[in-house]
Structure formats: structure tokens, C-alpha cells
């Protein structure tokens, strides 16, 4: 009985897979709008018929808005009313044919062209460009400049930490001079440092003239020499020599009531990285430069990008509510983009600072983290990016790790980087911006996306 049960069940199933197999063999059919749906029982098992897929799409991966490894993201705020961190990488896809300007503002953490000279050597290696940019006429770190060497005579300097310092004039570095009779002011990349430094096609006298004007002269190295009388207004203006030269002398001899800012040296094309520093800042300053004066700044040197690093005198011992300044950092984005509306905006937060703490070791100060949590805040509502410094270091205790390391990056007031650990950051935040500007043109100009982005230049 056993045995005649299992023929029949055997026999059941080889015909259900006969029959199976007739039906695929069936062209489709239907009735009226009702259509069979063909069997195919061996669908999983053979190759897929090529000539009945769809045509296949090439698409470029996107990646998703994370970072890729060893990557510290720009964290881009814009809002769909207002663009940010577009705008700037925009203007890379121009850079060959435009300069792109950059103005790094700041303090004592990048005087003396720290971290911004590497930064800008970077760039411009992958994007372009030459020269050192704009220079104020004198600095107090100016001695320990590498990336320049610069005489001046002429004039007397005040910036926004003086007493006597009147705050309708300073420019975004915070310095403004006075001319002492006729002004010289001569100029030269060092070439020992960057070769992208030792020459330049176009230098810039940047001034203000109060009613008066100016007559100035430009001579490169070679004798070519231009001369200028400005308009007699009152506003900013910029004076442009264009030659090919290793070095630019400028000399202003009528400057009655005239204040003079800064020579440019940079290329006609390219990344132009102008280093803004003054010892002390806060960057609250900034809130009082006059929208005017602004407004002229934007109209004869517009930037691109202006990033603002700040921080190192906003900490003090003991203090770790900074949401007041976060609310005056955020008056101070406002008021410098309502003269600067197609320009991108990145706060830059407060690298580790190490110090005694409690315990008597050193480490980490507490005041570190809310501080940067309200600078961060504080480009969050007003739509602007932010890059965390401090994580981008590697956090807790990496200021110690930067001070102890060989060769050394950091001063022993676990403060300050030196040249190599401004190379360090200045590597980190030029990984972050070219990663930026990879995803930007993934997502909206796919024919100019270059997926590996990851060579040293």
C-alpha cells in the first residue's frame, strides 16, 4: 500500500513539472485587458535573456553627506533661502579661469602666516593660482613672516587692540596706517618657501582716500614702472599694476589725509589665501567696521570664502557658558554678509588647548568644548558652515600630543601650533574643502567630478 502511495506521489509531481515546463514554453496571452502572467520555471537558474533587461543607466555613486576616512567634514547650515558653502565651491569650478579669493580672519593662531601658508600652498597646487596675496604694510609679527620678505617706511601703524584706534577705518585684519610723509612699501615672495610664491602678474595698493588724492608709482624688479593719481572721493580703492614680477615696490608721495592698508601680490587666475591676523582679536571687531567700508571692500576685492578662526582670547578659566558670545559671534556674520551676499562663510572652532587642570595634570581645558559647541551654534542660525577644529586634531589631550610629538607642533603653552602643526591643520582643512567641493559637483555637475581627490600635491 506503502509503496503504490509513493508511485502515484512521485508521478504527481513529474507531471506538475511537465506541465510547468509546457506553459513557459507558451508565447504570452491574454483576455481583453486581462493578461497571463507567463510561467517560467527556471527564471532563477539561467542567465537572465539580455535582450529582454532594460538598457542599463550609468550613473556616477554619490556618496552619502558623511565624510570619507580620516576626513573631518565641513558642516555646511545654508538654508534653501540662503546658499553657503556652495557658492564657494562655485567658484572652484571657475578657478581656472577667475581668481578665487579667500580670507582666513583670525588671530594669533595663524599670525605670521601659520597654517594659512600651507593651506594656501595646497590649494593652489590643486586648484591654481600664485603669489602670496594681501599683505598689510607692516604687522607685529611681520619679522617672523617666512612666506614674504617686505620693507616699509612712511607709516604708523594702529590696529583694533590700540588705544588710540579709530574704528571707522581698520580693514578686515583690524589694522589701518597713517602716512609720516611719503610711503614705501616694497614686497617679495620667498621663493625658498613655495615656488608658487616667488612670482606674481598683478599687484594691488589698497587705500582710502578721504577728498584727496593720491599719487603713487609701482616698479617691479625688472624697471617696469607705472604711475597712478586715484580718484579724489572718499572711499576704498585699489590701485592695479599688472606685469609679470618676482617683486613689486610701490611709493605714495601726495597722501594728505590718506590711509593706506596693504600690496597684494597674485596671479590672474587661481586660489589667492590672504592671511587677516591680529593678536588678541576676539573677532568681535569685525561688528564695527562700517557696512560702508565694507561694502567698497566687497566691491574692489571681492572673497569667495571668508573663514573666521577665533577663539583663543574668548576662553577663561572657570567659564564654560559661552553663549553670549555665541550671540554676538552670529551679530558679527551678519553684519559682515549683508555687504558680502554672494560670499560662503566657515567658522572655523577653537583647536584643544591643554592646561593645569584640578587633578594637576595637563590636559584638555574644560572651557574648550562649550566654547566650540557655541561657535558652532552660532553658524547653525545664521546658516552658515562650521569645521570642528578641535575634533579634527583628535580631541581630548591632542594639543599635548602636538607639543610632545617629533618633530615638534605645538608650543609649550599647549596653545599655539608652530609651522609643522600648522602644516597638520592646514593639510586637515584642505582635505575637508576639496572633499566638499568632490560631493557639491557629485550631486550637481557629474561631468566635472573627479572621484579620486586623495593625492598629496
Avoid at 551678519?334 to 588647548?353: E, K, N, Q, Y
Amino acid at each position: 500500500m506503502k509503496k503504490h502511495s509513493m508511485f502515484r506521489t512521485c508521478l504527481l509531481v513529474v507531471l506538475v513539472v511537465a506541465g510547468l515546463l509546457l506553459l513557459s514554453g507558451l508565447p504570452d496571452w491574454g483576455v481583453g485587458e486581462w493578461e497571463a502572467r507567463r510561467v517560467d520555471l527556471l527564471s532563477d537558474v539561467l542567465p537572465p535573456d539580455s535582450s529582454q533587461m532594460p538598457p542599463v543607466v550609468a550613473e556616477i555613486p554619490i556618496p552619502a553627506d558623511s565624510c570619507k576616512p580620516g576626513v573631518t567634514c565641513i558642516s555646511d547650515f545654508a538654508t534653501e533661502e540662503a546658499e553657503n558653502m556652495s557658492l564657494f565651491y562655485e567658484a572652484l569650478n571657475e578657478a581656472s579661469q577667475r581668481v578665487v579669493r579667500i580670507a582666513y580672519i583670525g588671530d594669533s593662531f595663524i599670525e605670521g602666516d601659520i597654517l594659512t601658508d600651507q593651506l594656501r600652498d595646497l590649494l593652489q597646487a590643486h586648484y591654481g593660482g600664485m603669489g602670496v596675496g594681501y599683505v598689510g604694510l607692516n604687522h607685529v609679527a611681520v619679522a617672523g613672516r617666512k612666506t614674504i620678505v617686505q620693507s616699509r617706511s612712511g607709516v604708523e601703524m594702529h590696529s583694533a587692540v590700540d588705544k588710540h584706534f579709530d574704528a571707522t577705518l581698520p580693514d578686515l585684519s583690524g589694522y589701518y596706517f597713517v602716512p609720516q610723509g611719503t610711503v614705501n612699501v616694497s614686497l617679495r615672495g620667498n621663493s625658498e618657501y613655495s615656488s608658487r610664491l616667488e612670482r606674481a602678474d598683478v599687484s594691488q595698493f589698497i587705500l582710502l582716500t578721504r577728498g584727496q588724492p593720491a599719487t603713487l608709482t609701482a616698479t617691479n624688479e625688472a624697471g617696469q614702472t607705472q604711475h597712478f593719481t586715484t580718484a579724489s572721493g572718499t572711499s576704498l580703492q585699489a590701485v592695479t599694476f599688472q606685469a609679470p614680477m618676482h617683486s613689486v615696490a610701490w611709493t605714495m608721495s601726495q597722501s594728505s589725509g590718506v590711509i593706506p592698508y596693504a600690496v597684494t601680490m597674485e596671479g590672474r587666475t587661481g586660489i589667492v589665501v590672504d592671511n587677516l591676523s591680529l593678536r588678541g582679536s576676539s573677532g568681535l571687531p569685525l561688528m564695527v567696521i562700517p557696512t560702508e567700508r565694507l561694502n567698497e571692500l566687497n566691491s574692489i576685492r571681492h572673497y569667495d570664502l571668508v573663514v573666521l578662526q577665533f577663539g583663543l582670547n574668548v576662553m577663561l578659566r572657570g567659564k564654560t557658558n559661552y553663549s553670549a558670545y555665541g550671540e554676538q559671534l552670529q551679530r558679527v556674520i551678519d553684519h559682515l554678509r549683508t555687504s558680502m551676499p554672494t560670499t560662503a562663510f566657515l567658522v572655523m572652532g577653537i583647536g584643544d588647548r591643554g592646561g593645569k587642570l584640578r587633578t594637576g595634570e595637563i590636559g584638555t581645558m574644560p572651557e574648550v568644548v562649550p566654547l566650540q559647541e557655541a561657535q558652532a551654534t552660532a553658524a547653525a542660525a545664521t546658516g552658515v558652515a562650521f569645521w570642528n577644529t578641535y575634533e579634527a586634531m583628535g580631541g581630548e589631550g591632542s594639543m599635548i600630543g602636538f607639543a610632545q610629538a617629533k618633530p615638534v607642533m605645538a608650543a609649550k603653552d599647549y596653545t599655539h601650533i608652530n609651522e609643522a602643526g600648522g602644516a597638520r591643520i592646514a593639510r586637515l582643512i584642505y582635505d575637508a574643502m576639496v572633499w566638499g567641493h568632490e560631493l557639491y559637483n557629485l550631486k550637481h555637475h557629474p561631468s566635472l567630478a573627479a572621484p579620486n581627490q586623495d593625492e598629496t600635491p
